[in-house]
């Protein structure tokens, strides 16, 4: 399995806090991408990066902020949270144009 | 943007037949064409992907085709076992997007005794 680790696996909070999930890789990649997936649309691209500090929008990237400080370490943050952003949440991590992208085990959040 | 269809949502076979799902894509620049395979509880995992300068590629029982005038491509799963019961997922993506995916909705196939 590629080097991936999201944390936490499972989350429960209510609207209106803030939460940041966590992709920890230890491959070096140096692409880094958050999806969600939900029933009935797949998974949808939120945010990716292509180095340290350098991110870019997705498809459903409204309500949602990232940051890489470190080529390691990818963060999703929902500023404040709400019900439509309970769903399961993927990092997926690549490292050169020609390779495929790895999926880490997801996060699944609830928000109440 | 891209458009991804996946076809059928479901799918279920017995053990030893066929199973194939397609998928259809909108932008004809898309030039990299992964599938994935969802366990429960699981993040996708690749088992086969193809380029848009290849027709088709094996990989045991496992075959994925490309026809890129048409612009739709086929996993066909020969020989299905239990274990390939599974959520599949098509995906599309065009150069100088930094391969960002498009998925489809995916394919629950049940293969059964």
């Known amino acids: 399995d590629a080097g991936i680790t999201q944390s936490p696996r499972h989350k429960v909070t209510e609207t209106g806090t803030p939460v940041t999930l966590r992709c920890h890789q230890t491959e070096n990649h140096r692409y880094m991408y958050w999806y969600r997936q939900d029933p009935g649309h797949g998974l949808r691209l939120i945010h990716y990066s292509y180095g340290v500090k350098d991110t870019d929008k997705g498809e459903v990237s409204d309500g949602y902020s990232v940051s890489r400080s470190k080529t390691e370490d990818f963060l999703l943050t929902l500023e404040s949270a709400t019900s439509s952003q309970t769903s399961v949440y993927f990092c997926a991590i690549r490292d050169s144009s020609n390779q495929p992208q790895h999926f880490g085990d997801g996060t699944r959040l609830s928000i109440l | 943007g891209e458009n991804v269809e996946q076809h059928p949502s479901t799918l279920s076979v017995q053990e030893g037949d066929s199973a194939v799902i397609k998928c259809t894509y909108s932008d004809s620049a898309s030039n990299y064409f992964p599938w994935y395979k969802q366990e429960l509880g699981k993040g996708p995992q690749l088992i086969i992907d193809?380029?848009?300068?290849?027709g088709e590629k094996k990989d045991q029982r496992i075959a994925v085709t490309l026809n890129k005038t048409a612009k739709h491509f086929s996993l066909h799963i020969t020989e299905t076992q239990p274990e390939d019961s599974a959520v599949y997922f098509c995906a599309a993506s065009s150069p100088g997007t930094a391969s960002k995916l498009t998925f489809g909705t995916g394919t629950r196939l049940q293969v059964t005794l």
């Open positions: 193809i380029r848009s300068n290849v």
